[in-house]
T-cell receptor, first 113, second 112 residues
């Protein structure tokens, strides 16, 4: 079965550094998402992306965050200047046509020190 | 924003027992979903519900979309060790490609 693939599985970075999280969504999917989960807490929506633009973003997704689909297969999340509170699991998800289920990747654990 | 509260927060049950958990919302959702998350993995969809009052089964799992559109429950019958994990409900305001709002999760532990 096709999968959403995320790399790296674990990223450790120093506060203030830029970090890019990588995702390869399922190939014929059209809608792409990033969610995050702080340790022990619920999964929270960050941003949705369709037709090469952001369709919705949460209040968490401030100016430090950006997303890109640079080459038609990758979908990246960039955090410009990481803060300690950015430490979390970041999940990429993709979706095909309307009403089809969201498929999540296995996440990237980001640790900011 | 919308809040989804799940209860119980955690459950310790014997293998073979039935499990029941629920999810309540401060506002209406038009789609309810139940996901399971195992350590080191992303959420995996178990059941999707699209209509108020709908009762849907997936093997030993049964979920219902509450008639008020503000709640949903998930039952697992005859639990087995691989049912261990965290179960999240999630709501969508409409069909299609809206963001998901996740619940607070129910951690299920099974005692052999």
């Amino acid at each position: 079965e096709p999968e959403v693939t995320q790399t790296p599985s674990h990223q450790v970075t120093q506060m203030g550094q830029e970090v890019i999280l990588h995702c390869v969504p399922i190939s014929n999917h059209l809608y792409f998402y990033w969610y995050r989960q702080i340790l022990g807490q619920k999964v929270e929506f960050l941003v949705s992306f369709y037709n090469n633009e952001i369709s919705e973003k949460s209040e968490i997704f401030d100016d430090q965050f950006s997303v890109e689909r640079p080459d038609g297969s990758n979908f990246t999340l960039k955090i410009r200047s990481t803060k300690l509170e950015d430490s979390a699991m970041y999940f990429c998800a993709s979706q095909g046509q309307n009403n089809s289920p969201l498929h999540f990747g296995n996440g990237t654990r980001l640790t900011v020190t | 924003g919308q809040q989804l509260n799940q209860s119980p927060q955690s459950m310790f049950i014997q293998e073979g027992e039935d499990v029941s958990m629920n999810c309540t919302s401060s506002s209406i959702f038009n789609t309810w979903l139940w996901y399971k998350q195992e350590p080191g993995e992303g959420p995996v969809l178990l059941i999707a519900l699209y209509k108020a009052g709908e009762l849907t089964s997936n093997g030993r799992l049964t979920a219902q979309f509450g008639i008020t559109r503000k709640d949903s429950f998930l039952n697992i019958s005859a639990s087995i060790p691989s049912d261990v994990g965290i179960y999240f409900c999630a709501g969508q305001l409409s069909f299609g490609n809206e963001k998901l709002t996740f619940g607070t999760g129910t951690r299920l532990t099974i005692i052999p």
